[in-house]
């Protein structure tokens, strides 16, 4: 669902809110968030104890949230400015995680909406998916990458979420934060999109707007992905076996100290054709792990996590795709292949510091590597890339009556290599080779103070500065304002200005770089200035009653000094010296949401424009949206079942044709056949000159829920029928030319009845 919830402001005198929250028949309930009035605000502590402090006298929704048990709600009433002493208790039940497919005519690729409530707290554009967001996926499919390129704002290619666009940024222009910590290249190949376990995740923030200054070097967006925390008494176990991949996610507490989650997943999709014709050398898996303890007066948390991505396919035979009878007819003698893997491991540190404070420090280790061999009648091409990140930070924050002080730093040292080597397959021309590799240290202060008193205006403002230690320093302002004249309505306006030193080769104008996107970064060498982004933004919510929310925001984005790929080649690698550009994006989007007793729906309408200038030319980018309109409808019929409707449309994405040397066809399950031959090239001339015809997709869905009892604790099943694309117009995804030069269109997936299930004990 498009994640738009009512917005209430915090008014007059300030009180208190405190207690203990207990599970029936568990005791203390740790790690359970409090919400006041849709803002999350705290959570409760080992022994199930809580403090919310700041709160205007009147009446406020208190939502107690947490995996594994039902979300409780309780309206409370504060007459004056005294603290209130309020206990609830929660009822164990499991958390259904996202069902998977088990007999599909396509995969599920289209961006799925969320139960997502945006707490827009001195925040325009920050959208928070609460415990529980899979379930709200419209007849499953989740996905997070899919999940957040459903939020206003953000641009997909087509009906593929593999690199996300938010506010016209690139892919590799996004922060993604694990429990805190810094992952690279969490993508898969094509549909499968996210490389992180969505099982694993009970809660993530999607930053669109102007985010904290807490948050460096990505000049679009910050997504911060929460994992789940363990149960306080019993091994907790999910698994998902579907025609795709099977995975599965273990949850078990650590004494009464803390708690562990391990989580795997391993794929058999055959996305493309291969030298055995099935796609069976094509895959992906991941590892994902996590622990917390409670150790002396703080808590310490433990990060790992892993991906690996396998994608083997035939390189262009002419004369259409072979099939598995005769994969290699007329073909040369080695596939195509590109093969990447990306790391993390990390550990935070959290000690609470007075009665209002708290100290964090987190140290890290992130990296990936992708090696990529390509093969066309007239030469051969070998990439490699690597990139490995050692970083260091701390932070102390103080929270005070009405405002919050928060002062921190970072120190970092990214160590990049980015080597192509090019053999031409005639002996008389010689082999050329193109490295690039630098490994800078980087350090950066930050300070910033966000105030929400009981006047009308609340403000964040903060200042970020970093230096490669070279002479370089960059001083990235940030503030963000409110007013909120009244409890049903607020006004936003906001800047923000980041930095990005590591930058992506990913042309991501070719289309096969948006079915194989691994992380391909470089560091810009001394003589060139950082990327920098500045963001403008304004914002209005309207609450009407207790039913209906409006929403208009618009943005304005200019970005400098970027690494353009698309401007050094028209293939899928970059193999000479990269260019440099600029370029702006801008938009408007209205929004609307309607929740009453069991309806609730959605709804999102966007007019934007995203421009590039590199190499003496201006383009439309590949994630340029001049409209858009999507929305959703789910009706519970009863506590366990749902029916879902979920729509988009849009304009065509703008693409430059390809020139003959790539074959394509939708990807079919039932026969394992794959997506593409070849590699695709860009024709010579302007890019980006012509648009694709629109998507118009619609979706139906119903979800229902089994609760089983089994030797005294709660297990259950989930199983979801999804019809997709029902009117069958597959997205357009490129224009190809043939031999004889007419051009093709190429499409997405068609229609498809998809049957998900997944069970937890």
């Known amino acids: 669902m498009l994640p738009i919830v009512p917005l209430v402001r915090l008014l007059g005198a300030m009180a208190g809110i405190h207690g203990t929250v207990h599970a029936a028949g568990h005791g203390p309930a740790a790690g359970v968030h409090v919400e ?77 909406g969320g139960g997502a409530s945006s707490s827009q707290w001195h925040e325009a554009g920050h959208y928070r998916f609460a415990p529980g967001w899979q379930a709200d996926q419209p007849a499953g499919g989740a996905d997070i990458q899919q999940l957040v390129a459903a939020v206003p704002g953000v641009a997909t290619r087509g009906d593929n979420s593999t690199a996300l666009s938010i506010h016209g940024g690139r ?81 078990a507490p650590l004494g009464s100290t803390g708690g562990l989650l391990l989580g795997a997943r391993t794929s058999f999709r055959n996305l493309f054709t291969d030298r055995t014709g099935l796609g069976a050398l094509n895959g992906y898996d991941d590892f994902i792990a996590t622990a917390h303890l409670s150790v002396g007066a703080g808590t310490l948390r433990i990060v790992s996590f892993e991906s690996s991505d396998r994608l083997h ?19 040369p003698s080695a596939p195509d292949a590109a093969d990447w893997r990306s790391g993390t491991v990390g550990a935070t540190w959290t000690q609470a510091h007075g009665a209002y404070g708290a100290w964090h420090a987190a140290a890290w280790w992130t990296g990936s590597s992708a090696s990529i061999a390509l093969l066309s009648r007239t030469q051969a091409q070998q990439l490699n890339s690597t990139i490995g990140e050692f970083g260091l930070s701390t932070e102390m924050r103080q929270r005070f009556r009405a405002s919050t002080l928060t002062i921190g730093g970072e120190l970092q040292q990214p160590r990049t290599s980015y080597v192509v080597t090019t053999r031409p397959l005639s002996q008389a021309d010689s082999s050329t080779r193109l490295a690039l590799g630098a490994a800078p240290v980087l350090g950066s202060l930050y300070s910033e103070w966000d105030w929400h008193g009981p006047s009308p205006v609340d403000f964040r403002a903060g200042l970020r500065a970093s230096t490669d230690f070279r002479g370089t320093i960059n001083l990235d302002p940030r503030l963000v304002v409110n007013l909120h004249p009244d409890q049903a309505t607020r006004f936003e306006a906001g800047f923000g200005r980041t930095h990005q030193t590591v930058q992506s080769m990913l042309n991501e104008e070719n289309l096969t770089s948006s079915m194989a996107a691994p992380a391909l970064p470089v560091i810009s060498v001394s003589n060139i200035p950082t990327a920098t982004a500045d963001q403008w933004l304004l914002s209005v919510d309207r609450q009407l009653g207790g039913a209906v929310s409006l929403g208009l925001d618009a943005y304005l984005r200019r970005w400098s000094n970027v690494v353009v790929p698309a401007s050094s080649t028209s293939s899928f690698l970059v193999a000479g010296t990269p260019l440099y550009g600029d370029g702006r994006a801008q938009g408007v989007i209205a929004s609307a949401a309607f929740v009453h007793g069991a309806l609730a729906m959605h709804m999102s309408a966007g007019l934007a424009t995203a421009l590039q200038q590199a190499g003496g030319a201006t383009y439309h980018t590949g994630f340029d949206q001049p409209w858009s309109f999507a929305g959703d409808a789910a009706y519970h019929v009863t506590r366990r079942t749902t029916l879902q409707l979920r729509w988009t449309t849009s304009a065509g994405q703008s693409v430059t044709p390809l020139s003959p040397g790539i074959e394509w066809r939708p990807y079919q399950p039932a026969t394992g056949t794959g997506e593409m031959e070849g590699v695709a090239t860009n024709l010579p001339g302007p890019l980006n000159a012509a648009r694709l015809a629109g998507p118009l997709r619609i979706d139906l869905g119903v979800r229902h829920t089994w609760l089983v009892n089994l030797h005294g604790g709660q297990s259950g099943i989930s199983a979801a029928l999804r019809l997709e694309n029902l009117l069958n117009r597959p997205d357009p995804v490129g224009i190809m030319a043939r031999p004889d030069g007419s051009l093709q269109l190429l499409r997405g997936t068609p229609r498809g009845l998809i049957f998900e299930v997944d069970w937890v004990y």
């Open 171 to 251: 892919g590799s222009e996004n922060l993604i934060l694990l429990d805190g910590i810094p992952v690279i290249g969490a993508v898969h190949f094509a549909g499968a999109s996210s490389a992180i376990n969505p099982d694993a995740i009970a809660a993530l923030d999607v930053h669109t707007g102007i985010s904290s200054a807490r948050y460096d070097g990505a000049l679009s967006g910050v997504i911060e992905l929460e994992t789940a925390a363990a149960p306080s008494r019993t091994v907790q176990l999910t698994g998902t076996l579907s025609s795709t991949d099977v995975r599965s996610v273990m949850r």
């Open 313 to 331: 396919w035939t390189p262009f035979a002419g004369g259409g795709i072979q099939s598995a009878d005769d994969p290699l007819s007329g073909a």
């Open 36 to 112: 006041l009035d849709g803002a999350d605000r705290c959570a409760t502590d080992s022994a199930g104890r809580y403090a919310v402090i700041g709160v205007a006298p009147g009446s406020h929704a208190v939502r107690f949230v947490a995996p594994g048990y039902e979300t409780r709600q309780v309206t409370v009433l504060l007459a004056d400015s005294s603290d209130l002493a309020l206990d609830v208790e929660l009822i164990v039940e499991p958390v259904f995680l996202p069902p998977i497919e088990v007999v599909a005519a396509t995969p599920d690729t289209t961006p799925a």
